[in-house]
């Protein structure tokens, strides 16, 4: 770089006394690029915007561009100040500044009603979710009466990965969830009951809290963030990979291959996985009764069937296959929703968990409502 294109912002006078700013150089962006450049111009312009009546001769600029303009056109405050020499051929720029500051961007009025309109984006948003969970619950009877009708033709390797994947690969984090659970009931049961003389009674805390609520709602619970995530996950992967316009356009159904196979895996493992946990947690509890209490295990299972009825047991199966076929088909719905980009991978599989969850709940208080007279 040639030293007479350096540009360059000379200050004379000394102090307060300062006068006269003459810049020079090629105030071009290629120039000004450079880091030693930079810091001494704005260390220079920092301190001449401080000056006031200062006299700007700008003859000496043997080449300007716009970042150039932009640089000093801050510097003045974005107005031309009183005093300013210029180079003719760059007058047509200081005015294009000039008219660009002088634009005065129209702010948009405000919505009126904006609480009532995002209510109701909310609400079509609600009921456009309900329309596509109806659907897909719709599409999901037919493939069943399909496979039905055809058993040979269905998709066997599909819905024993599923089970595999969502019933056996889950035993290990139910085994230990429940496990404590059963344990921190037990000791904190056995705390109050001790103080009233009422140990036994111990076994009808567990036993029915339990088979009939805790077990199967720790179920769903850890398998709606584990696996209900995964299919989600996997269905969004395939959407961002056009895996399933793929699978359109060969013909292959995705309900009865994809779907169908994911909730039919979770109706049959989720009874399943409830009795391990019911087991695992009960297991947690007697050892818990043992240590408290004094209560051996074998006491504990010989007054386990009196102090819970056969229904609880049936009731908390038939919760399983319930959060099963919920989990499956909500986080299929979601799946099927993902938009082909990252961002909104992470979002349907976050609502996919969350949405879960929340249906699980719902469906637990429905039973309890309907099944309220049965097991006591």
């Known amino acids: 770089m040639l030293r007479e294109n350096i540009p360059t912002l000379t200050l004379n006078g000394q102090g307060k006394d300062q006068r006269q700013a ?3 150089g090629a105030w071009l962006v290629h120039v000004l690029s450079t880091k030693q450049v930079m810091n001494s111009l704005n260390a220079q312009l920092t301190q001449a915007s401080t ?12 080449a300007l561009d716009h970042i150039g303009a932009q640089m000093l056109w801050q510097t003045w405050g974005k107005k031309r100040p009183p005093q300013l ?17 002088k634009l005065r961007i129209p702010i948009a009025p405000k919505p009126r009603l ?3 309109m995002r209510l109701g984006a909310r609400m079509l948003d ?18 069943i009466a399909r496979f039905i009708r055809h058993p040979l033709d269905g998709p066997w390797k599909e819905l024993s990965a599923n089970v595999y994947r969502t019933g056996f ?13 059963g344990v921190v009931l037990s000791y904190l049961s056995a705390q109050q009951l001790s103080t009233f003389g009422g140990d036994l009674f111990i076994v009808n805390i567990l036993g029915m809290s339990i088979i009939r609520e805790l077990g199967p709602m720790l179920a769903a619970i850890l398998v709606a963030g584990r696996s209900g995530s995964a299919i989600t ?3 969004g992967v395939m959407r961002v990979t056009e895996e399933l316009d793929a699978m359109r356009v060969m013909g292959i159904p995705q309900g009865y291959r994809l779907i169908m196979p994911k909730v039919l895996a979770l109706a049959l493992a989720m009874p399943l996985i409830v009795i391990w946990t019911d087991v695992m947690a009960l297991i947690g509890g007697m050892i818990a009764a043992q240590i408290r209490l004094g209560m051996s295990p ?36 979601f799946g099927l929703r993902i938009q082909p980009n990252t961002e909104s991978l992470g979002q349907g599989t976050t609502s996919s968990v969350v949405i879960s969850i929340t249906v699980v709940i719902i469906a637990d208080a429905i039973f309890a409502i309907v099944f309220s007279n049965v097991g006591y």
């Open 22 to 24: 003459i810049a020079e």
């Open 51 to 62: 000056q006031v009546d200062l006299e700007w001769n700008l003859t000496q600029i043997t």
């Open 85 to 101: 020499v210029t180079n003719p051929a760059h007058d047509s720029l200081f005015e294009r500044l000039e008219q660009v500051s």
């Open 114 to 116: 904006t609480r009532i």
């Open 126 to 143: 609600f009921f456009e979710h309900l329309l596509g969970f109806v659907a897909l619950l719709g599409q999901l009877m037919l493939d």
């Open 169 to 181: 690969q889950a035993l290990g984090i139910t085994a230990l969830v429940g496990m404590l659970i």
């Open 233 to 235: 996950a996997q269905i």
């Open 298 to 333: 074998g006491f504990f299972l010989h007054k386990l069937p009196e102090a819970v009825d056969l229904a609880n047991y049936w009731i908390g199966l038939g919760k399983g296959v319930v959060f099963g076929i919920l989990i499956a088909l909500v986080a299929c719905h």
